[in-house]
């Protein structure tokens, strides 16, 4: 089905529309807009097909599937489709009410639809090439929407974040060749099959080469201890836009997690990566929230809590190692990563409209905004309590599962370090409250234009609830997409024919799979 | 072929990562040309390179052997293209900053600064000095 490329068509067609339209900045905003609703449409129909059908595949060119490029849609990529598209339709609406004519006169929306184009080519491709193109796209997006302005401060951060970046694509690279020169295809599904029945030297060899990728994913994942350029460079990119690389960009890297090292590396000895990231996982979670108490700016709170936060992520990806669990945790950790998505994007928007109405990002000079603009406090309030994770809310869903699947492969310290965390991410969440929206109201009234900004943000915090309310349906959702990640046969098959014969865990391991939905169901 | 070219990876890993480290500005953009490089060197180590392979032209479809991966040489292209770009805005990136604090010492840089902080950098008023 060739329409699955219309993903990246879109963004990039929509990049170059406006980027023609850069002298009407009305029009410009409102194709951005347009574009980013309709290809929301598309992403939620592609999701409701490929959940009834199967994965759907498109290979360039025509040419046959371990050779050619594949473009692949299962349901792992379009919840990640969903999720982006649905946050960039909310930024695409807050934007217009907070974008500068100067970021507008420095090409602001031709580089947010590039940074889309990246996104979701990320989520879409089959192949670890394109996915190392895709990351390369996705970064030139973010550092001229990180420019935008173009402030003294936002320059030089910008040359911290390419830095860290070159690197990063520099191991990709790396990774790739060794990775390549020991399985010998750089199709996704093709390496999976190849690495189900790889024993002996060459699996210790590509555990051993798959170590740089791993490196690469977690520095892209703001993982312990490649978390570092995170906190610095967050806080500089514009307002509204920061939402969406609060929610999507760091998730991009437990994606690449997810789809790499649980789904494509299959041979004996990937638990020790997955082992690498529990750890990992325990001194993310815990340095995270550390960070996050000690901060006084109301975006770097929120950045530090990124860093937090993919700690759970990276959690459930570690606990995979376990083969009894490995279906419930991925199945957690794609619940976590919706959850996460939703409520992060949705904090950025809301500290962005209590900064529009206090005029500062200091917690020290904010105050009294549940008094001027009682609307966004409530929204403050519910999608903060929801990353701390409180019921009703999502977080707590996400956390529970999370934790639960933890206990059962007996894993009490990671426990103990998540409920530890969650305890200092209230703990922090009340520092803002305390200082930004309560306390006395001391000036002007506040700028109107923020019942505009509030609006679309209201959105994703009405997400959270909905998704800690009636969570039945995502739950299952995410289950069925771990088991196409854990033993993803009906991936292989959709890209390389119905000949192709993967071994799947539980034949390698003679396991009998646990699955969290059996268990899970009433 | 394989030890020479290996020898010559080792030393470009070692240059790159020794420039970048280096607290000047010129250096690390050098560092990164040297460290794509070495990445280039070693795209082609692991295709697999022999020096009598023949250019992966078929003539017989059903004899493919002793021809040379064409996969490699095809990530190499792709690579050196983004690596120029980005080196290219990395380049422009530390001139802007060496400008605007004048001085090439990443280390020299202040550590925050709150004149263009307040309210957030991006609502500041998109300071004027960038256009000259």
């Not at chain 1, 950025?348 to 209590?354: D, K, M, P, S, T």
């Not at chain 1, 034949?507 to 939905?517: C, D, H, I, Y």
């Amino acid at each position: 089905m060739n329409a699955v490329v219309l993903v990246i068509l879109v963004p990039f067609l929509t990049a170059i529309g406006t980027a023609l339209l850069h002298d009407r900045p009305r029009a410009e905003s409102a194709l951005n807009a347009v574009s980013c609703l309709g290809l929301t449409a598309f992403v939620f129909w592609l999701l409701a097909k490929v959940d009834a059908d199967g994965p759907q595949v498109s290979m360039m060119g025509g040419y046959a599937a371990p050779y050619g490029i594949a473009f692949v849609a299962d349901r792992l990529s379009c919840i990640m489709l969903c999720l982006s598209m649905a946050v960039a339709s909310v930024v695409a609406l807050y934007v217009p009410s907070t974008v500068t004519p100067l970021q507008q006169a420095h090409f602001f929306h031709p580089l947010f639809q590039v940074l889309l184009l990246g996104v979701n080519w990320s989520f879409i491709t089959g192949d670890l090439f394109n996915l190392f193109v895709s990351y390369e796209v996705m970064l030139i997006g973010s550092y001229g929407v990180m420019m935008c302005g173009s402030s003294r401060q936002q320059v030089r951060q910008t040359l911290t974040y390419v830095a860290i970046n070159l690197l990063g694509g520099a191991l990709f690279v790396v990774g790739l060749g060794l990775v390549y020169s020991i399985v010998g295809t750089l199709n996704m599904a093709d390496i999976a099959v190849v690495t189900s029945r790889l024993s002996g030297p060459r699996a210790g060899m590509l555990t051993a080469a798959s170590m740089v990728l791993l490196a690469v994913f977690a520095l892209k994942a703001g993982a312990f201890p490649l978390f570092f350029w995170l906190p610095d460079s967050y806080p500089i990119v514009p307002l509204g836009v920061n939402g969406f690389f609060a929610g999507l960009l760091t998730k991009v890297g437990i994606y690449s997690l997810l789809r790499v090292f649980v789904m494509t590396f299959r041979q004996p000895g990937n638990e020790f990566a997955l082992g690498i990231l529990l750890v990992a996982s325990a001194f993310t979670m815990v340095v995270g929230v550390l960070g996050a108490l000690c901060q006084w700016e109301i975006r770097r709170v929120l950045s530090w809590h990124i860093v937090s936060q993919v700690g759970y992520m990276v959690m459930g990806i570690g606990l995979a190692a376990d083969a009894g669990i490995a279906t419930a945790a991925i199945a957690a950790t794609i619940f976590y990563v919706v959850h996460h998505i939703v409520v992060k994007a949705s904090l950025f928007l809301v500290g962005g409209i209590a900064e529009e109405i206090s005029g500062s990002g200091r917690l020290k000079e904010m105050g009294g905004v549940a008094l001027a603009a009682p609307g966004a406090a409530v929204l403050f309030f519910v999608a903060a309590l929801s990353l701390a994770g409180m019921p009703p809310f999502s977080g707590f869903l996400a956390k529970l599962v999370l934790v639960r699947t933890a206990l059962q492969g007996s894993h009490f310290w990671i426990v103990a370090a998540a409920v530890a965390t969650s305890f200092l991410t209230l703990l922090s969440m009340m520092k803002i409250w305390s200082h930004a929206f309560w306390g006395g109201w001391h000036d002007a009234p506040p700028r109107p234009l923020w019942r505009r900004m509030a609006a679309p943000a209201s959105v994703l915090v009405a997400a959270t609830v909905v998704l800690g309310l009636w969570a039945q349906p995502f739950l299952r959702l995410a289950s069925d997409a771990a088991k196409g990640v854990v033993d993803p046969v009906d991936y292989v098959h959709a890209v390389l024919g119905p000949e192709a014969r993967l071994a799947t865990r539980a034949e390698v391991a003679r396991l009998e799979p646990v699955t969290f939905a059996a268990e899970d169901r009433p | 072929m394989e030890l020479p070219l290996a020898i010559a990876i080792a030393l470009l890993f070692a240059g790159g990562a020794y420039s970048i480290l280096r607290p000047n500005f010129f250096r690390i953009v050098v560092g990164f040309g040297l460290l794509s490089n070495a990445v280039n060197l070693l795209m082609i180590l692991c295709g697999g390179f022999r020096s009598q392979a023949a250019a992966p032209f078929v003539a017989d479809p059903h004899r493919v052997d002793g021809l040379m991966d064409p996969i490699p040489p095809d990530i190499i292209l792709t690579a050196i293209v983004i690596s120029f770009a980005v080196g290219a805005l990395f380049l422009t990136l530390c001139y802007v900053v060496y400008r605007e604090y004048g001085t090439d010492d990443p280390e020299a840089l202040p550590v925050r600064e709150p004149e263009d902080w307040a309210g957030g950098p991006a609502r500041g008023a998109g300071l004027p000095r960038y256009e000259e």
